[in-house]
Structure formats: C-alpha cells, structure tokens
C-alpha cells in the first residue's frame, strides 16, 4: 500500500527528490516523467498531504480562484478549464465564491493568504487595487491577477473590451434598416455598462446619429428569480401596454435575460425577429439551440481563461514582467436567426 512518497519513489523506481519536483510542480522534470507519476497516484489512490507539506514550507500548491457567482458563462461553465490547465501543471483549484460583494472577497483573500496560496486570480472584483484586502495581499508578494474587474481595470489586468461587439451589434442593426433600439439591463455604473454604451455611441456617431435620442434604456424589473425571470417579467416593459414606445430591436445584458425576454413575448404573441429583432450577451451554448437561434456577442471566455491561467503561472515561475502589459480580449457579434429586417412601419421610425 502507498502510504508516503518514499513508497511512491521505490515503486516507480525514481528518486525522491524527482517525485517531489512533480508534486511541487517544478520545471526541470521530463514530462513523460511527471505523467507517469500522475497516473500512478491516480491508479494507486494516492494523495499526498500537500497542505500541511506548503504550510511547513511557506507556500503550497493551491491556486486561489475568487468568482462572483457560479451561473454566469465563463465563471460557471469555464471553471472546468481552469481547473483542467492548473492540474496540467500540478496545482489545485480552490475556489471562492463572494456574492459580488467586497467583504466577501477581501475575506477570501485572507483565507487565501492564511493557507500560503501560490497565487490567486480574482474574477469580476468588485475590489481596488488600493483597497486594504488587495494591498495586505500584496505585501506577501505572491501573485494576483485580476481577471475582467468590475471597477476600473488595475495595471496589468485581463479584461474584454465589451464596446468592439457592441459596436458590431448596433452596426449590424443598422443595416436591417433599425433605428430605435432598446438597451435592456445596460443600467448602473459599473465598467461592464460604461464599455457597452460606449461601443453603442460609438455605432451611432458612426452613422451620424444621436444615441441620446433614439437608444431607450430600460432597467431590469426588481423581481425574485434568475435572469431569466428578469427577462420575462421585461417583455411588458419592452412590448405590452405599459410599454412607452415600441422598438424595433432590443439589445440585452446577457444570453439568460435575452431567452426570458423571448418566452416573455412569445406569450404576448409577439414574433421573434418578424415583430421584434433580439441581441443577447455571452454566448451560452444554449443559444444556438433556441428558436429562433440568438443572434449574440461572444465574449471569448476560453481565451480569457487560458491567458490568464498562462499570466498566473508566469507570475509564479518568477516572470515579474508578466503582469505589466494589459491583455484585452475582443469581442464579436455571431448573427443567427433572432436578427432581421426592421418592420416596414417602424423601419425608420
């Protein structure tokens, strides 16, 4: 039975010191060496005690991973491949999930700092750089990444630049002929809403006209529920009798408001894309299985994962510059079927 790493060492015939640098994810090991060693603990039910061996040490090989809520895209679905590209490299994935609220993540920051984490990554922080938890993180010297902020994006973050596929959308509109357009949920102060109004101006001042004027901006109904129920209890807003004036196409804060809104209509008889032309936000598998298919912005999580996955790493081999260049990720707008040319009524309003 395999009890400890001598045990583990003599039965693959290695040396200690080798099956120590795979455990501790060190460089200099061949890699057909640290398979072969990860296999053999899968197969032989063997977990070495890495948390009390890090705390002995100073650090550990626990990656910490603050996200605001499990539900979301990339923060939900992409977990997964975070968890898979750590692994590769012999780390573990602990994740902190904080509610979108600041004490909560300067909380799990300390947790982090308290187990002698190799490095965290902070999704969607609602969090400074300035702010005690982040600045008390900061003078263990182990790495921190922020990872698409809330507030205004530190130097060195990853981030999606929202405005590019908005920009698209609206673009993409116009040349189905519409011009009054609904922003449904694009309301508050936050980066995320700023970056989107921004590629939708953008669009406007393009093609000569005012924004102020023609984009309505409605704020999601406060109701208990998901996104979803958001969205639904919306399409009375959007289309039903307290509806102010009708639009022609409506852009959404994301994929789930998006599909509730669609039910919410369905139910009012309106058509989807005869009546009224529907944008989501995410990109969720699910969009493409709908009727009609969503047309959305795809907001690339992949890619946003694996870099930052690839600049935490970097960080933790002792790479100082890796944190000092922005990585942006571009958006882009997918067209499906929920897009079409503008009703001749209402065309040009």
């Not at 936000?281 to 299985?289: L, S």
Request: a positive charge; glycine letters at 8%; aromatic letters at 4%.
């Amino acid at each position: 039975m395999i009890q400890s790493t001598s045990d583990l060492a003599q039965c693959l015939n290695l040396s200690r010191w080798t099956i120590s640098r795979v455990l501790n994810g060190h460089t200099g090991v061949a890699l057909e060496t640290t398979r072969r060693v990860r296999n053999a603990m899968r197969e032989l039910g063997f977990s070495p005690n890495s948390l009390a061996r890090g705390l002995r040490k100073g650090t550990t090989n626990i990656i910490g991973i603050c996200i605001p809520e499990i539900e979301g895209l990339y923060l939900g679905q992409k977990m997964e491949f975070l968890r898979q590209a750590l692994a590769a490299e012999g780390w573990h994935a602990m994740v902190a999930i904080t509610n979108g609220e600041r004490q909560e993540e300067g909380e799990a920051l300390s947790r982090f700092r308290t187990l002698h984490a190799a490095g965290v990554i902070l999704f969607a922080s609602q969090l400074s750089p300035h702010s005690p938890p982040v600045r008390q993180f900061h003078e263990t010297q182990v790495p921190l990444i922020f990872v698409d902020p809330m507030t205004r994006p530190p130097k060195g973050s990853l981030c999606v630049d929202r405005s590019t596929g908005m920009r698209e959308a609206v673009l993409h509109l116009f040349d189905l002929g519409h011009r009054h357009i609904t922003a449904l949920g694009l309301t508050g102060e936050s980066h995320y809403t700023r970056s989107r109004l921004k590629g939708i101006a953008d669009a406007y001042e393009e093609r000569g006209l005012n924004p102020i004027k023609l984009v309505r901006q409605i704020a999601l109904p406060s109701c208990d529920g998901s996104f979803y129920e958001q969205g639904r209890a919306s399409a009375a807003l959007v289309w039903g009798k307290v509806a102010q004036k009708r639009p022609t196409a409506l852009l959404t804060v994301n994929d789930r408001v998006a599909i509730g809104v669609m039910e919410g209509l369905r139910e009012l008889g309106v058509r989807v894309p005869e009546d009224l032309s529907i944008i989501g936000y995410d990109n969720m598998e699910v969009t493409a299985f709908l009727s009609p298919q969503l047309t959305t912005i795809d907001a690339k999580p992949d890619e946003l994962v694996s870099k930052a996955t690839e600049r935490l790493l970097q960080c933790i081999r002792g790479n100082e510059k890796a944190t000092e260049s922005p990585i942006v990720i571009s958006t882009r707008l997918l067209v499906r079927a929920s897009t079409a040319v503008a009703p001749s009524g209402r065309r040009r309003g």
